[in-house]
């Protein structure tokens, strides 16, 4: 399983970035895509989950209502669209599938 996340960079308190993953070497449509993120010295935090078809979609508490995930089969994208970013939001955010991280992608949120 390959996972290619991009679309991080340094915004400002309260702007939006949506990041994409790409997933090679599964079957895309069939897996549940996740998101999770790691501050610098802190463990690896789920942030969103979308299983296979979208049936069901999961938030952490801390993002619901800023956060939405979606997915794209077609592409073997999965995306996340961050409104109203927080300082605490900084972190390195990686994709998840089939029980691997991908290379992540940084975001950084200036108060």
């Known amino acids: 399983v390959q996972l290619q996340a991009s679309g991080g960079g340094l915004v400002q308190t309260g702007s939006s970035l949506r990041l994409s993953c790409v997933a090679s070497?599964?079957?895309?449509?069939?897996?549940?895509m996740g998101w999770f993120r790691q501050e610098s010295g802190k463990e690896r935090e789920f942030v969103a989950a979308?299983?296979?078809?979208?049936?069901?979609?999961f938030y952490a508490d801390s993002v619901k209502g800023r956060f939405t995930i979606g997915r794209a089969d077609a592409k073997n994208t999965v995306f996340l669209q961050m409104n109203d970013l927080k300082p605490e939001d900084t972190a390195v955010y990686y994709c998840?599938?089939?029980?691997?991280y991908g290379q992540g992608t940084l975001v950084t949120v200036s108060s």
């Open positions: 070497g599964i079957t895309f449509s069939r897996y549940t």
């Open positions: 979308i299983r296979r078809n979208g049936g069901y979609i």
């Open positions: 998840n599938s089939a029980g691997q």
